[in-house]
């Protein structure tokens, strides 16, 4: 006998909970090849409104970044083997500041909606 499964089974996946979300981030942060990291959560997961579909928008913080956006931008994809639902954005702590300070819309929504992070070294690194 087949039984026909819940219409609202999804409700018990792990992606609808914000502690689960950050924990994917902190893996995520892990990975990145880079001592000195932090991320901010912003998006859908920042302002607690996601679904079982949604993403979770990351900024990735570090000094330690490549200047160039196309070496930038692989850095943080690599990291995503099997993180599939990260999606990073990143800026050194310059740029973070230098936006902060000239009023940047994006950066004051960060600031005021995202979740921080923390810091994170690879490795269990300090």
């Known amino acids: 006998m087949i039984r026909p499964g819940r219409d609202d089974a ?7 909970s914000l ?3 950050l924990e994917r981030v902190r893996e995520y ?3 990145l090849p880079l001592t000195r990291v932090r991320g901010i959560v912003f998006g859908s997961v920042g302002r607690r409104a996601f679904g079982i579909g949604s993403d979770t928008d990351l900024l990735v913080i570090s000094d330690e970044l ?3 956006v196309r070496a930038r931008i692989d850095l943080l994809g690599d990291a995503r083997d099997g993180l599939g639902e ?7 702590e310059a740029e973070w500041r230098r ?3 000239a009023g940047d819309p994006f950066a004051r929504l960060l600031a005021d909606e995202g979740i921080e992070v923390g810091e994170a070294a690879p ?3 300090p």
């Open 86 to 92: 990260i999606d990073p954005v990143g800026w050194t």
């Open 99 to 101: 936006r902060l300070a």
């Open 66 to 68: 490549p200047e160039a």
């Open 19 to 21: 502690a689960w979300r």
């Open 123 to 125: 490795d269990g690194l």
């Open 10 to 16: 999804w409700r018990e996946s792990p992606g609808l």
């Open 29 to 31: 942060l892990s990975r």
